[in-house]
């Protein structure tokens, strides 16, 4: 709970609600955070991306 990019995470959220910093890089910030506490979970490949990777493997 107490870990550098938590506390960096809320600060910067914050800071955009203040309106001194932009949504994206307060995000970024969230984003890190979760991700250093293994919060985020990786999605599956989409349905389009998945045929996309198939028609690459057959022009290799």
């Not at 609600?17 to 932009?22: D, M, N």
């Not at 994206?24 to 506490?37: G, L, R």
Request: with cysteine; aromatic share 6%.
């Amino acid at each position: 709970m107490d870990k550098p990019s938590r506390l960096e995470a809320i600060r910067m959220i914050e800071e955009c609600l203040a309106g001194y910093c932009s949504q994206q890089a307060a995000f970024a910030a969230f984003e890190a955070a979760a991700t250093e506490q293994g919060l985020l979970k990786q999605k599956p490949p989409s349905v389009g991306l998945k045929k996309f990777d198939g028609v690459a493997e057959d022009l290799m």
